[in-house]
T-cell receptor, first 111, second 115 residues
Framework: TQLLEQSPQFLSIQEGENLTVYCNSS?????LQWYRQEPGEGPVLLVT?????EVKKLKRLTFQFGDARKDSSLHITAAQPGDTGLYLC???????????FGEGTQLTVNP | GAGVSQSPSNKVTEKGKDVELRCDPI?????LYWYRQSLGQGLEFLIY????????KSGLPSDRFSAERTGGSVSTLTIQRTQQEDSAVYLC?????????????FGQGTRLTVV
């Protein structure tokens, strides 16, 4: 069983601060995805990383895949209240295999 | 419709009753997933259908849970003899194929409450 551990579980910060969310596993993943979920909705994909060491940027969000493809991080610069939500990492062991999700990080950005 | 559709959106049932949850995936998507989510928590994997392959049922928590996918499209998740601990949001997702880059598209979920 492939497990993904996210930290922190909860994060409450002020608008304008920076933050980093971590996603770790003892297993190797062929790809790792980050999703964001708002109350009453299903998760929505933010990014997919597939190459060890890969870095992707999406406006103020920076995603990194670890060299060994066992971990990933999400960094948000100058957080805004609109960034509030549940952030979930999800890994796929091999192409065609199921998608395994982490426990999520509940982010609250206060104005 | 253009997205994944789940019904009902809310279901309240009495302990011991059976319930059926329906998922209509995006047309043409060969992969379909069911997950369970407790309030503010992550997604607990239940079952994964991929094309004509045997489904991955390794996440089903007990033999009271079963799921089928008819004609490679609509899926039904059935919970027999519901218990209070079954209360959660049940999410369905579909994707074009389980390739490493493939995005999973989620429905809005069915909120199940067992009283």
């Amino acid at each position: 069983t492939q497990l993904l551990e996210q930290s922190p579980q909860f994060l409450s910060i002020q608008e304008g601060e920076n933050l980093t969310v971590y996603c770790n596993s003892s297993s190797v993943f062929s790809s790792l995805q980050w999703y964001r979920q708002e109350p009453g909705e299903g998760p929505v994909l933010l990014v997919t990383v597939v190459t060890g060491g890969e870095v992707k940027k999406l406006k103020r969000l920076t995603f990194q895949f670890g060299d060994a493809r066992k971990d990933s991080s999400l960094h948000i610069t100058a957080a805004q209240p609109g960034d509030t939500g549940l952030y979930l990492c999800a890994g796929r062991g091999t192409s065609g295999s199921r998608l395994t999700f982490g426990e999520g990080t509940q982010l609250t950005v206060n104005p | 419709g253009a997205g994944v559709s789940q019904s009902p959106s809310n279901k309240v049932t009495e302990k011991g009753k059976d319930v059926e949850l329906r998922c209509d995936p995006i047309s043409g998507h060969t992969a379909l997933y069911w997950y369970r989510q407790s309030l503010g928590q992550g997604l607990e994997f239940l079952i994964y259908f991929q094309g004509n392959s045997a489904p991955d049922k390794s996440g089903l928590p007990s033999d009271r849970f079963s799921a089928e996918r008819t004609g490679g499209s609509v899926s039904t998740l059935t919970i027999q003899r519901t218990q209070q601990e079954d209360s959660a949001v049940y999410l369905c997702a579909s994707s074009s194929w389980g390739h490493q880059n493939t995005e999973a598209f989620f429905g809005q979920g069915t909120r199940l409450t067992v009283v």
